[in-house]
């Protein structure tokens, strides 16, 4: 039972209304309007596949305030309106688990994970072939659930296995947590477990707040997750991106669970929990290491870290006869990623320079191998940052890897500080070109004044030219152009379509074949489009996106060279910032010489002609975008779809011509399918799009 008093000694099914209030019109309309943005919460935030627009969401919510206020004996604490306001507690109370939270045992190689299957296939001789569920391993903090008569009467953290703190106020707080079970049949007591957890962009977003307003970073998503859920205030831990995803079942008592832990978890979901869509059933131990192979794959383009892959016995009724050793089941185990933080020398700050000047410190660390790879070099950001760190050169230092991003340092060990340690002192001139360095009031950035004097700009707006989303010139990688600029045979971009093949053959490491095909990749490079090659000069703050926008708003090259700010400010995402990054870089005479160079040698792309929108390939067809893409947001979709004269509705219907479907696709899709509406998964949707002249690129 629950330990939580006030809140909870309550009735706790939906009949309480009935003993609260005599007005059975405003009851139903209560209970209605609970099962609305119960639903509407669970599609947003479980299945990621929002249905209600938010207005109408914040419209019912609204009425739902009204009523509780004004008929104070209509609220209940598995109200919507009730996740955030109870008092900041003092202490956590204890909580002694019914079933005790085991912890894992760990795997750090396949030949871990073949004694593991060996050890299970050996206590159950019996069976010829085991199939295990198997899911990533998230790197939050493990929590307890526990439902009465479906609502959440107390949450628990795991402590050490045997009693944690009761921290139900903060996980109330959590969206895609249910207050009250969705559907029905579920067991009259049901406890759920899963770990909290703070997404990277949650995290990243969090992070950059924190470092503007001057106040404390969270090392990783982890702490950040356990900083979120320690939080005495529950108003604090309202305020933190904190996702739930359950993985399995404590207890239940007074209903029926299915037998295999993969459907349990099913079950899961359609009582409102988040479940993990990579979670699949495999056969044997050649299926878990391929799971593993995949996952480590994917592991970088999750939402969130994760530190492994968990692998359980999907019968339940094989778990039993398998039973526990010590902490841990025997008939699970979680296989980790190779760690990724690690200690190591700050041997010295070098200061480079990049495409717009910026000035970037970074560490050039004692190699030290971190999450698969050896990392040498770590970015330090700017003064403030090395400020916040109070790292000196000497320092043994803690470097993370998180995904495919640049290594961090993340903290300094101060404990094994040298006395030789050495102030890092930040260059009043460029280290390359020796211009004077501008630091912009309220910026932390510091810039190289020295433009394209500077070889280090140079180079940088040279690769980021030849790029793959910009010119895409095949085989000339960072280390050539460097090569090219040092020797002298080019000095911007331009000069690549000069470049002659002797000059090229008697470059180090460069043979005869190479500079030939180097040549012709340049040259194909001349056929593109307009997007690119905007892209590709390098504008500031000129993206991809931005420079898709500027195309479709401008059309042709000359419109756009010459619009002023009014018409650059009527272009989608083009603010006041980076219209005039726009105006000053077309106003530069220098620019004005290479883009006139460039097409003067032949560069051309196709011309975009305005079409009425009756004209557009996909006009007067209505269209709807559901699930989760791997390559694009279902934003980027619906504004192709537009792109292409395309209506973007809402909701699947008798007249919708096509459904754009991604992975976790729910409800818009069996209604498509019932419809025998067009289904177009991500394959088919990029298909149609490169059909009508939209390369997307991720
Ligand atoms: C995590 N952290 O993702 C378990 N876990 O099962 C998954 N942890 C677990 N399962 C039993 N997916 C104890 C811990």
Known sequence: MSDQPSLFDEPEDDSSFSQNTNDTSLMAEVKQLHDQLNQANYQYYVLDDPQLPDAEYDRLFHRLKEIETSHPECLTPDSPTQRVGAAPLSHFEQVTHDVPMLSLDNAFDAQDMRDFNRRVSERIKHVDEVFYACEPKLDGIAVSLLYEGGLLVRAATRGDGAVGENITQNIRTVPSIPLKLLGENYPAVLEVRGEVYMPKKGFNDFNEKARAREEKLFVNPRNAAAGSLRQLDPK????????????????????????????????????????????????????????????????????????????????????????????????????????????TLLKDVEFQVGRTGAITPVARLEPVFVGGVTVSNATLHNMDEIARLGVMVGDTVIIRRAGDVIPQIVSVVQSKRPASAKAIVFPLACPVCDSHIERIEGEAVSRCSGGLVCAAQRKEAIKHFASRKAMDIDGLGDKLVEQLVDEGLIESFLDLYSLKLDRLMNLERMGEKSAQNLLASIEASKQTTLPKFLYSLGIREVGVATAQNLVNHFLDLKILVKADLDALLEVDDVGPIVAEHILSFFAEPHNQKIIDGLLNIGISWPVIEKKDASELPLAGQTFVVTGTLASMGRDQAKDYLQRLGAKVAGSVSAKTHGLVAGEKAGSKLTKAQDLDVAILDETAFLALLNQHGISHVS
């Open 236 to 343: 604090i831990t309202a305020t933190r991106p904190l996702e739930f995803c359950c993985y399995s079942l404590g207890r239940a008592e007074g209903g029926e669970v299915p037998a295999k832990h993969s459907e349990i978890l099913s079950q899961f979901s359609k009582w409102g929990f988040k479940i993990n869509p990579e979670m699949r059933v495999v056969k044997g131990i050649e299926g878990c290491l391929e799971y593993y192979e995949q996952l480590a794959e994917k592991r970088n383009s999750l939402a969130y870290e994760i530190d492994g892959i968990v692998f359980k016995v999907d019968d339940i009724n094989l778990q039993q006869q398998l039973g526990f050793v010590s902490r841990a089941p025997r008939w699970a185990i979680a296989h980790k990623f190779p760690a990724q933080e690690e200690m």
